[in-house]
């Protein structure tokens, strides 16, 4: 027995990572032989030689790559993330002032830039009276530090301001992805309905073209994508992905969701095997705090659940993307969420009847610039609600449910999750174990840990 450990000390490209694995395959040559093929062919030149005639996409699959994205709005952000395999960190706007951040302005007119600018003038300007009002209302205990204490009511000003930041504003996120992953989300991407995320996805498709020119990011989409040419001809093939990212990416179903939703219908639902569950309902039941239900049990468990969100908070519940979280389209045709009125009222009443007014002028406003549905994205805020339908084999919806329900998480999804587990224990509770927090108060000076420092030197 043997055991290596390869990484960019090793081998630096990606690509000759890949072929290393792929090389298994095709020889019972030691990895310590292939590596003396990489220093004598040059890393440059090794998958050129190598990979003619294998003939499998899965050799993308074991090159990974990090792709910085900067200066992007949230929504792009979003669809870039929109993929079930994505990895990565996005700038947190419950933690960072955003501020100073641009903004996306597809429409480029007087009138969008006043809806822009009024919206960032009251996020800007409420800031000073919602942090003196959260020290008022949780003054600091003895015993808490204060710079912590300090940065959990920072945290909390921007969790309750960041819902009148309109959707335009700029964000960072990094994709760390395999060479096949981000070639079959390209291929996607490049149809966006947006024009922005089309952009982004040609940028990012050249700069992978430009460091991995071996992987095909320069070819035809069909190309990029894995697809070969065969009987039907890549035109079909590139006809159809056309079709789905046009008509796809935002689904009309989302208005069904919705209906049911305030229609008081049943929002949650399950699918039950007992047959197969009965041998493991007693691991299920004896589950301990933190233990994780085997993967192997979404085959006899699903739950789905339909609710309203903000988007501040969708993008969270999105990032768990082992089950299935449409993308919905951004409008404000279903109302502002309450939570942030209510926590301004609490505070300020003054605040709270500028918020109201500015939420309705803001809506006329950005009706009457005329523009397309996906542009009109752009200038709806964060704190806009959107249906939301969430789907999760029984592994999922329990980490889920347990990790989104403690109080370092956004109030407007915990109150979701907590519902979400009250149906859940209703319907199963007899046989799983679930582990959540449904303390109501929703204040943790913890929040003031969370960062990232420069430890000391020893």
Known sequence: MKIKVI?????????????????????AL???????????????????????????????????TTVFIEGVSTLAAKAIQDWPLYSGQETSTRYIDMSRQPIVDPAGSAASVAILNRWMEFYVGAQGKVTSAIRERHPRLEGQEENVYERAVKARTFDILRAFL???????????????????????????????????????????????????????????????????????RRAWEKMV??????????????????????????????????????????????????????????????????????????????????????????????WYLEELGRLDESLLGRAKALIAEQKLATEALHIDYVSEQYYVPLGARVPVRVTYGLPAAVYVMELRSGKMVHPT????????????QVALGDKVALHVDLDSSDWDVRR???TITVKAAP
Request: charged share 25%.
């Open 7 to 27: 990484d960019g000390r090793d081998v630096a490209n990606p690509e000759d990572v890949a072929m290393l694995q792929a090389l298994y395959s095709r020889s």
């Open 30 to 64: 030691s990895v310590d032989d292939q590596l003396a093929k990489v220093d004598k062919t040059g890393s440059a030149r090794f998958m050129d030689n190598y990979v003619v005639g294998y003939g499998h996409k899965s050799i993308a699959d074991c090159g990974t």
């Open 166 to 236: 309109p959707a335009g504003i700029t964000t960072q996120l990094s994709w760390h992805t395999n060479l096949r992953q981000a070639s079959d989300h390209l291929v996607l991407l490049m149809d966006h309905p947006s024009m922005e995320v089309r952009q982004v996805a040609d940028w990012v498709r050249r700069a992978l073209e430009v460091k991995y020119p071996a992987s095909g990011f320069g070819e035809s989409q069909a190309s990029v994508a894995g697809i070969g040419k065969d009987s039907s001809g890549q035109d079909a």
């Open 245 to 338: 990212a046009e008509h796809a990416t935002y689904p009309a179903a989302f208005d069904e969701v919705y209906k049911e939703v305030v229609s008081g219908r049943p929002v949650f639902q399950y699918v039950y095997n007992r047959d197969r569950a009965r041998p493991f309902e007693e691991v299920m039941k004896s589950r301990p705090r933190g233990a994780i239900l085997p993967h192997f049990m979404s085959d006899f468990c699903y739950v789905s659940y339909n609710f309203l969100l903000d988007f501040g908070s969708f993008r969270d519940i999105q990032r768990h993307r082992n089950g299935v979280c449409r993308m919905p389209m951004l409008t404000s045709s279903h109302g502002f969420e309450p």
């Open 413 to 424: 999804l915990r109150r979701a999750m907590h519902k979400m587990a009250k149906e859940f």
């Open 448 to 450: 003031g840990t969370q």
